[in-house]
């Protein structure tokens, strides 16, 4: 199983959005509606931001959504805040009832 | 509230076997699954595979079947990844994660496996 492609790295001002885009194939991504995101800080543990593509668990903010058509799925963060800084992976379920993690995207609250 | 804790750091040489624990507390052990992940040093997550703490079921990565096996003891509410014939590549961190039936909600704090000679 390949890893989900992600773009390395993605900046923004304050304030603005940005998007970070997860292609996979309709064995994963286009195949199920079970995409999630995840925020991971330098030295800790992901944590989940998003979950069935577009869901977001209790505490995180409503600055983060999620999309996805047909084999993309992608996290916008709108309002960026300094905070937000980090690594995002998605991942998603895949065939045979396992699962498979994106590249990695680096991001940067200019 | 949900908490995974994970045993401490690992030093192996390549051939050994390491077996590391996840203790699950806040929630029935038994109504979620568990998922292991391992991230090398720089590098993305990887998914190593998941068991189910209901019947024991699992579901491995193609990558690693065959050296890894992933248990669970209900009566400690623990889960175990046992990971032998370990190499180089073998070194990361691993995660042990709570399987919320799509995605991994809570995730542990992560416990860092060095192999070296």
């Known amino acids: 199983q390949s890893a989900l492609t992600q773009p390395r790295s993605v900046s923004g001002s304050p304030g603005q959005s940005v998007t970070i885009s997860c292609t996979g194939t309709?064995?994963?991504?286009?195949?199920?509606?079970?995409v999630s995101w995840y925020q991971q800080h330098p030295g800790k543990a992901p944590k989940l931001m998003i979950f069935?593509?577009?869901e977001r668990p209790s505490g995180v903010p409503d600055r983060f959504s999620g999309s996805k058509s047909g084999n993309t799925a992608s996290l916008t963060i709108s309002g960026l805040q300094a905070e937000d800084e980090g690594d995002y992976y998605c991942c998603s379920f895949a065939d045979s009832y396992t699962y498979v993690f994106g590249t990695g995207t680096k991001v940067t609250v200019l | 509230q949900v908490q995974l804790v994970q045993s401490g750091a690992e030093v192996k040489k390549p051939g050994a076997s390491v077996k590391v624990s996840c203790k699950a507390s806040?929630?029935?052990?038994?109504?979620?699954?568990i998922s292991w992940v391992r991230q090398a040093p720089g590098q993305g997550l990887e998914w190593i595979g998941w068991i189910s703490a209901y019947d024991g079921s699992t579901n491995y990565a193609q990558k690693l079947q065959g050296r890894v096996t992933l248990t669970t003891d209900t009566s400690t509410s623990t889960a175990y990844m046992d990971l032998r014939s370990l190499r180089s590549d073998d070194t990361a961190v691993y995660y042990c994660?709570?399987?919320?039936?799509?995605?991994?909600?809570?995730w542990g704090q992560g416990t860092l496996v060095t192999v070296s000679s």
């Open positions: 309709s064995s994963d991504v286009g195949g199920y509606n079970y």
């Open positions: 806040g929630y029935i052990f038994t109504s979620y699954g």
């Open positions: 069935d593509v577009t």
């Open positions: 994660a709570r399987e919320g039936g799509s995605h991994q909600d809570y």
